[in-house]
């Protein structure tokens, strides 16, 4: 999937929302939303909560996983092992990138949080850059492990793994090649000592 197709993705997740106006229930092909009252908080998909923040008619809750705390664990875990961290929302980049993007003065500490989510979002990718190049070298003989690798993160190494893959097979290739030969040449070797006698000297009668 393009870029495009992931944020359109992400921008369904649900966040909450403090509007400052009343409003009937909305009904929406992926469910119904809440009659909005102003002052009261409640869930909205993400690209309904950007547009009503870009027209200044609500404040956007922070969702919880947004605490610096939080995510300076998750960067340091992150550094700490070689194998994937779940993270807090499987949409984590486009949530944090159309809020903070939108309204970060919703958001104690933006700069900072923004700062740590993209230290995560990176050395989570050089990690899976490492674990693509670590099975290629291997030529596929070992497994790879992409448990709670996030979609938007798989596409960073869309460019590789095409390539990756046609490289290995192309490998595979050469060495059921070379097993056939191997395999004809020593059945040409075994047919070529028949009708030798005792002796070794070849007997046409």
Partial sequence: MEPAELEFIGENSLISVIPNFNH???????????PFRGGTPLYVPLWLGIHLRQQQKCRIVAPNWMDIDLLEDI????????TFTKMPSPNYMVEAKLILNT?????????????????????????????????IKSE???????ENVTVLELHTIQPLLP???DLLG??????????SMNTTT????????????SSGSSRPW
């Fill in 24 to 34: 009937d229930s909305i009904y929406l092909i992926s469910g119904t939303i809440e």
């Fill in 75 to 82: 960067k340091e875990t992150e550094k700490r092992i070689s």
């Fill in 103 to 135: 309204a970060p003065e919703d958001v104690p500490s933006s700069d900072g949080i923004k700062t740590l989510i993209k230290d995560i979002y990176d050395v989570r990718c050089a990690k899976l850059r490492t674990t693509v190049e670590n099975f």
């Fill in 140 to 146: 596929g003989s070992h497994t790879v492990n992409l």
């Fill in 163 to 165: 390539h990756a893959m």
């Fill in 170 to 179: 192309r490998i595979e290739q050469t060495r059921k090649v070379v097993r």
């Fill in 186 to 197: 020593q059945s040409f070797s075994f047919g070529g000592t028949s009708g030798l006698g």
